[in-house]
């Protein structure tokens, strides 16, 4: 059921992670299908159907049904010529698949979509070309997207870079040939890495790659993460520079903050706000993956508090407090 979370969580932090963002993935797709369902089926329209239930990340749902709405008829289509079902949750999971991130989730659902990936991927490629002011142009817009990973500074530091780009080749290398043994198509051009000629740090990845990556342990780890140059952009654009104060008035999920922190080399203030408790929530565990924060006491300005301050440095990355501001939970 929904509110079924996985109970066998592994002894390794960064396993434990990737198994629960599965989870939570899952889930999405099912509220998501479910508000896709009431659309087409004129039950009500996008925001009645969103409003009327209490879901655990309405922005995540609203985003992925809206766009799956925008190319449901070619996708119903294509899913017919697949063998598979038409329901809201199945073009939910089509549309994540051949224009979206890749299948981040889904249980025994997603092994019947990876059976049929390859007849999906024939059917979308072989319908007749979209027609403009029909929503074709964003429908090719999404297909061609490349996947943009950020190289995390804070773990990598200023030399690792070179390392992370080694084993990330690596790895796409291994998933093609792992697909080639099991009879599927894929081109070698799918397995490239390139650096990204305007944000530094940042590598750019065919936009099939994205299914790829979900579970590498470069990215369970914090060494890569899964950001668009879009919104890289926004650090950069701040100019910060080690020693600055910044202020993130609404942090959640926590990429841009943690590029922010990066930026910073270790010395400046990062103040993170975000209203909603359980985006919040979210946030910090982010921000522990990504930056190692560990939330530490409030201590008096004494010489020995000093000194525990100096200790607790050497033992995480990040350091800060979480606290309620008025009604609104924050990080700094």
Not at 4 to 11: D, E
Not at 78 to 106: H, I, K, Y
Not at 304 to 323: D, F, I, M, P, V
Request: charged letters at 25%.
């Amino acid at each position: 059921s929904d509110s079924n979370q996985p109970t066998a969580m592994s002894n390794c932090p960064q396993q434990a992670i990737g198994i629960r963002s599965l989870w939570l993935m899952a889930k999405i797709y099912r509220d998501a299908g479910r508000v896709v369902d009431d659309v087409l089926a004129k039950r009500r329209g996008l925001k009645a159907a969103l409003y009327l239930h209490d879901f655990q990340d309405p922005r995540a749902i609203c985003k992925l049904s809206a766009s799956t709405l925008a190319h449901s008829e070619a996708l119903t289509k294509v899913l017919a010529e697949a063998r598979l079902e038409t329901s809201g949750l199945f073009l939910v999971m089509a549309f994540d698949l051949l224009l979206g991130q890749g299948l981040r989730g889904g249980g025994q659902l997603r092994r019947r979509f990876d059976a049929a990936a390859l007849r999906l991927r024939r059917a979308w490629a072989s319908r007749d070309p979209p027609s403009a002011g029909a929503g074709g142009a964003s429908e090719v817009g999404w297909a061609a997207l490349p996947r943009y990973v950020r190289v995390n500074g804070v773990k990598m530091g200023k030399t690792g870079k070179k390392a992370v780009l080694k084993q990330l080749r690596k790895a796409l290398k291994e998933k093609r040939a792992q697909e080639l043994q099991e009879g599927k198509e894929v081109e070698p051009e799918v397995a490239e890495v390139k650096e990204d000629e305007v944000v530094p740090n940042v590598l750019v990845l065919h936009p099939s790659s994205r299914a790829w990556l979900q579970n590498l342990p470069e990215v369970l780890s914090g060494q890569l993460v899964l950001q668009d140059r879009s919104s890289c952009l926004s650090a950069l654009a701040a100019g910060l520079t080690p020693g600055t104060t910044v202020v993130d008035s609404c942090a959640a999920p926590g990429s841009k903050t943690s590029h922010a922190i990066d930026l910073l080399e270790g010395s400046g203030r990062m103040f993170a706000f975000e209203k909603d408790p359980k985006r919040a929530s979210s946030l910090l565990e982010r921000l522990r993956l990504l930056t190692g924060f560990q939330e530490v006491a409030l201590h008096t300005r004494t010489k020995k508090s000093k000194a525990n301050r100096a200790s607790r440095a050497s033992a995480a990355l990040a350091r800060g407090r979480c606290l309620p501001v008025g009604s609104k939970p924050g990080v700094e």
